[in-house]
């Protein structure tokens, strides 16, 4: 799917708006409430996928920077930008979901937890990444730059992802690595694994309309530096 082409991406918004319809239906109708936390429980359906989405954002700019190192192709370039965009959002808004399923789960807004600690860390590893591709300097040292630091900042992500195991003081729940004891009915973990989908394609889109901004403003950038050069 060529997703430079209006059609592709208006196909995958609706496919997108309609898994996400599906879902949230689901979320709301199909899975049973859940004994302890009642309706605050279905932030779940939310927070889960924003978070996996999130580090798949950030394993896409790892994929995506090592390429610009190795083939120098804007295209790289551009999808490690998009990518990293759409990352600290849902990685922002799962800070934010966390912080509510927090407040009724533990009855406080933050916990200096293994895995919230390292997701903030990251967070602002991504932010700062993106702070770097707007600073003004040559765009190939930028685009070197950049892809270096998209690389080592992948780091965390790893740690981000396996810290409810590493560390086994963590107070935050491992969905599918508790089996049974993780108290999932086979109606919510079905939701789940529809929400997943559901926010993938979301994310997709996201993903696909960024790029898709970021080279047409390059190309009118580039446009309008050989006018000026003609005319002057």
Not at 16 to 36: D, G
Not at 135 to 158: N, S, W
């Amino acid at each position: 799917m060529n997703f430079s082409r209006p059609p592709a991406l208006s196909c995958l918004a609706v496919a997108a708006a309609l898994a996400m319809i599906t879902a949230q239906w689901c979320i709301y109708f199909y899975a049973p409430l859940e004994q302890t936390m009642r309706h605050a429980q279905k932030i779940f359906y939310f927070h889960v996928p924003l978070a996996w989405w999130a580090l798949t954002s950030f394993f896409l700019v790892f994929i995506a920077s090592a390429a610009v190192l190795a083939t120098r192709r804007q295209f790289w370039d551009s999808l490690a930008g998009s990518a990293a965009e759409v990352g600290v959002l849902l990685a922002a808004l799962a800070l934010v979901s966390g912080s509510l399923w927090a407040r009724y789960a533990w009855n406080s807004w933050w916990m200096w937890d293994p895995r919230l600690t390292t997701t903030l860390i990251m967070w602002f590893i991504y932010t700062g990444y993106l702070l770097l591709r707007r600073m003004d300097m040559p765009a190939a040292k930028r685009r070197t730059i950049a892809a270096v630091l998209g690389i080592i900042a992948f780091l965390d992500v790893p740690l981000v992802f396996f810290s409810a195991r590493l560390w086994k003081r963590t107070i935050h729940p491992s969905v599918f690595a508790g089996g049974e004891s993780a108290g999932i009915t086979p109606e919510m973990l079905a939701t789940l694994l529809l929400s997943l989908a559901a926010f993938g394609l979301v994310w997709l889109c996201l993903v696909a309309c960024r790029y898709r901004q970021l080279e047409d403003s390059r190309r009118l950038a580039a446009a309008r530096t050989a006018m000026i050069s003609k005319v002057f």
